[in-house]
Every structure is written in structure tokens, then in C-alpha cells.
């Protein structure tokens, strides 16, 4: 019995092994489902390390985010899954890139979040902390 998930058209690594971190089987599960319907955005850390983006799109000063739109309707449709992560070859202005996404880089795809994965700069902005000494809400 073979622990790979295959669809027509479709490469789809290995299932996910004893050791794979919960949070990577669900991002996993739910990046597959969102597929499904045709396509999803991916919101991430550029910051963590094997993210591979276009050179215009690699963090300079640390972006907060990075969103990717994958889809099995592109051309080549080359999306890979595995325990690690997604990548696909997606074009930026007319020009194809590689882009490989680590799931633990990953903290939202389509409209589910991981809060615990959400980079703390960004909870930073999304939260701002009263200043000291102001009346609580």
C-alpha cells in the first residue's frame, strides 16, 4: 500500500509520517480541501528559513507578510505537497519562479489562521498594546 495521495494531473507527496507536527498535517489538510476548489491564498513569514520567493519579494528589512495565490489551473501546473511544505512554479510579471513554502512559515490559508503561527511583529500591528500608565478597556 503506497502512502502517496494522487489525483490526475496532480503531485502530491507522501502522506504525512508519526513525526510530522500536528499544525503541518492540518495546514496540509486544509490547503488540499481549498484546492479542491480551484485555488487559495497563502499567508506566511518570508522570515522563516527555506521560504523561496522572487528576488523582488524576499524580505529586505522583514516584511510582516507574504501572500501567494496557488492554483491547479495554472500553467505548469507543478504544485508539490509534502510534509514540509507547498511549492509551485508561479509567474510574477510574465516571469516563472520556483516558490517553495515551508508549512511552518505558514499562518493563514484562505480564510483559516493559526494565531500561534502569526509572526509577532504582525500581532504587534494587528494588537497594539495601550501606552503605560492609559486607562484599560
Request: glycine share 6%.
Given at each position: 500500500?503506497?502512502?502517496?495521495?494522487?489525483?490526475?494531473?496532480?503531485?502530491?507527496?507522501?502522506?504525512?509520517?508519526?513525526?510530522?507536527?500536528?499544525?503541518?498535517?492540518?495546514?496540509?489538510?486544509?490547503?488540499?480541501?481549498?484546492?479542491?476548489?480551484?485555488?487559495?491564498?497563502?499567508?506566511?513569514?518570508?522570515?522563516?528559513?527555506?521560504?523561496?520567493?522572487?528576488?523582488?519579494?524576499?524580505?529586505?528589512?522583514?516584511?510582516?507578510?507574504?501572500?501567494?495565490?496557488?492554483?491547479y489551473?495554472?500553467?505548469?501546473?507543478?504544485?508539490?505537497?509534502?510534509?514540509?511544505?507547498?511549492?509551485?512554479?508561479?509567474?510574477?510579471?510574465?516571469?516563472?519562479?520556483?516558490?517553495?513554502?515551508?508549512?511552518a512559515?505558514?499562518?493563514?490559508?484562505?480564510?483559516?489562521?493559526?494565531?500561534?503561527?502569526?509572526?509577532?511583529?504582525?500581532?504587534?500591528?494587528?494588537?497594539?498594546?495601550p501606552?503605560?500608565?492609559?486607562?484599560?478597556?
Amino acid at each position: 500500500m503506497s502512502n502517496v495521495v494522487q489525483f490526475p494531473g496532480k503531485k502530491v507527496g507522501p502522506l504525512a509520517t508519526i513525526d510530522t507536527p500536528l499544525s503541518s498535517i492540518e495546514k496540509r489538510a486544509i490547503f488540499l480541501a481549498q484546492m479542491e476548489r480551484g485555488e487559495t491564498y497563502v499567508r506566511f513569514n518570508p522570515n522563516v528559513p527555506g521560504v523561496q520567493v522572487p528576488p523582488h519579494l524576499a524580505p529586505q528589512l522583514g516584511p510582516l507578510v507574504l501572500v501567494l495565490k496557488f492554483s491547479y489551473q495554472y500553467k505548469p501546473s507543478d504544485v508539490e505537497l509534502t510534509d514540509e511544505g507547498v511549492a509551485q512554479t508561479l509567474s510574477f510579471q510574465g516571469n516563472f519562479f520556483r516558490c517553495a513554502v515551508p508549512w511552518a512559515a505558514v499562518w493563514s490559508i484562505g480564510v483559516v489562521l493559526w494565531p500561534e503561527c502569526v509572526p509577532e511583529s504582525l500581532t504587534l500591528v494587528l494588537n497594539p498594546q495601550p501606552p503605560q500608565g492609559a486607562p484599560s478597556a
